[in-house]
C-alpha cells in the first residue's frame, strides 16, 4: 500500500514539473523576441549614418520593435571570443614597434623545427640581407608597383570610333 501511494505522489510529482516546465517556456521571453507587423504601417525611417544614432520610432500599442543591429565582422587571424578583453586604447607605430617582434609561442617553435632551426634560418635570412647590401642587389621583397591604364594611340582610337560607327551606337549594350 505504501509503495502505491509512492508511486502515485511521484508521477503526481512529475507530471507538476513537467507543467511547470511548459509554463516557464509559454511565459519567459524568448532570447530573440519576434516582431509583430503593426496594425498601421510605421513611417519610412532613412538608413542612418555610421555616426548618427538609430532612432526608433515609437511602438503602438502591444507590439515589440526592435532596433538596427549590425553584426561586425572578426579579424580573419583571429577566432571569434565573445568574452575576450578589447582595449579600447590602441598605441600608434614608433621607432621601437618597428624592431620588435613578438616571441614565438612553443607551437611555432615546434612547427618552425625547434629554436635551433629557427635560429640558423634567422642567421641565413640575416646573412643574405647583409649580402644583398654589399653588393647593392635589390631587396628579395619588394613592394608593388602600379603601371599606368593602356591607352590607345591616336590611330588606334580613329579606328574604334569608325568602327563604332558602322556598328550604330558601341556605347549601348547588346540586347538579348
Request: aromatic fraction near 4%; proline fraction near 14%.
Amino acid at each position: 500500500m505504501a509503495v502505491a501511494k509512492r508511486a502515485t505522489q511521484g508521477a503526481l510529482l512529475a507530471g507538476m514539473l513537467l507543467a511547470g516546465i511548459a509554463h516557464a517556456q509559454q511565459t519567459t521571453p524568448a532570447a530573440v523576441p519576434v516582431p509583430t507587423p503593426d496594425p498601421v504601417p510605421a513611417p519610412a525611417v532613412p538608413p542612418a549614418a555610421d555616426d548618427a544614432p538609430v532612432v526608433v520610432p515609437p511602438a503602438q500599442g502591444n507590439v515589440t520593435t526592435l532596433g538596427e543591429v549590425r553584426a561586425l565582422k572578426p579579424e580573419d587571424d583571429q577566432p571569434l571570443d565573445l568574452y575576450r578583453f578589447k582595449n579600447p586604447m590602441r598605441a600608434e607605430n614608433n621607432r621601437f614597434s618597428r624592431d620588435w617582434s613578438e616571441p614565438p609561442s612553443p607551437e611555432q617553435v615546434s612547427m618552425g623545427g625547434g629554436y635551433i632551426m629557427m635560429g640558423v634560418v634567422k642567421g641565413v635570412m640575416a646573412a643574405a640581407k647583409g649580402l644583398n647590401k654589399i653588393t647593392g642587389g635589390p631587396d628579395q621583397i619588394q613592394s608593388a608597383i602600379a603601371r599606368p591604364p593602356p591607352e590607345l594611340s591616336a590611330e588606334q582610337q580613329r579606328r574604334a570610333l569608325q568602327f563604332c560607327a558602322q556598328q550604330d551606337g558601341c556605347g549601348a549594350p547588346p540586347e538579348k
